[in-house]
């Protein structure tokens, strides 16, 4: 298995990196130019090679310029949609976020994460050129249904892997059964090292949650279901960070379901110095507009769509 590997990767090698034409690569190991179609259709097929498209992935400046004036942040970054699908979105703000986030991390930082399809998107976006010596932590409690690869272990461990840094892990679910549950756990030694390392975070990295049920994580976990969301709108709940539900104003609630999350607070968010949210797609303006004027987030990477409803609805409601 080993060997055939190593032959894939060899033939992949000369095309793609080397830019010899199959005939070529044929005649230099000793075979037909039909096999090297096989082995480059192979070598594709198993992972050996990965083909990733760079789209020009463009930015909206004047739109970018409101939003940090409007909401006094240090930065946004705001893709161009051009009626691309909900999915290329999410792909296109994972490179803006990644590559804003490559600009600010240096040696020795501590990075927090969330979890979520935004926080992967970003994870997978990510292209250093050189490792670097950071410490990723996890600030909420694993999800522990749906797709792993979101979920807040995995992406830590991804995101250190990236760098070549360490990471550590917060070893509870994201949602417990009541209260006193919560509050025990928050008792054990392992757990308080970690929430106290994540509130040291000098870069957070989240997700912003929205209680539309197209774009609901956590209703796509099952910790919601649909009834649950509309209790949630009718306690006066628009969007959530780190799981933490919050009102049209960014005010956190005063709910049940707040009081059952392990993880970071929203307020320990408030003194890391830059917490970068990412969020896209008109479903999710009530959700982004509620952290802005919470200060949940300092830095948001979002679309034009999500964006100019954002200001549409600031400038509605005053």
């Known amino acids: 298995m080993v060997e ?4 894939l990767a060899q033939v992949a ?21 039909s096999t ?11 992972g050996v090679v990965e083909i990733i498209i760079h789209y020009p992935w463009k930015t909206a400046p004047e ?20 009626g691309r699908p909900y999915e290329e979105i999410l792909r296109g703000l994972g490179v803006l976020a990644a590559r804003y986030l490559e600009s600010i991390l240096e040696e020795g930082t501590i990075l927090g994460i969330s979890w979520g399809t935004a926080v992967y998107s970003t994870v997978r976006a990510l292209r250093p050129d050189h490792n670097l010596p950071i410490t990723v932590v996890q600030m909420i409690g694993a999800v522990g249904t749906g797709n792993p690869l979101i979920d807040g272990p995995d992406l830590a461990r991804l995101l250190a892997n990236v760098y070549g840094g360490a990471y550590c892990c917060l070893h509870a679910p994201l949602i417990v059964e009541d209260a006193h549950v919560r509050e025990v756990l928050l008792q054990e030694p392992r757990i308080v090292e970690t ?19 197209e774009v609901s994580s956590l209703l796509r976990a099952g910790y919601l279901d649909q009834e649950a969301l509309a209790r949630l709108r009718t306690q006066g709940a628009v969007g959530d960070i780190c799981a933490r539900h919050y009102d049209a104003q960014g005010h956190v609630l005063d709910i049940e379901l707040n009081q059952r999350i392990v993880g970071i607070e929203l307020e320990a968010l408030h003194s890391i110095g830059q ?44």
């Open 36 to 46: 090297v179609s096989r082995l480059l259709h192979e070598a594709r097929g198993s």
């Open 195 to 213: 929430l106290s390392l994540a509130r040291r975070a000098d870069i957070a990295l989240v997700g912003i949650g929205s209680l539309a049920p």
């Open 63 to 82: 739109i970018e310029h409101n939003l940090i004036a409007r909401f006094h942040l240090h930065q946004a970054r705001v893709l161009a949609g051009r």
């Open 4 to 7: 055939r590997t190593e032959l």
């Open 13 to 33: 090698s000369l095309y793609y990196e080397d830019n010899l034409t199959q005939a070529e690569i044929a005649r230099r190991i000793g075979t037909s130019r």
């Open 275 to 318: 917490v970068v949210g990412v969020a896209g797609g008109e479903a999710k303006a009530e959700a982004i507009l509620g952290a802005l004027r919470g200060g949940h987030v300092n830095v948001l990477v979002t679309d034009d769509a999500a964006a100019r409803k954002v200001l549409a609805l600031d400038q509605a409601r005053g």
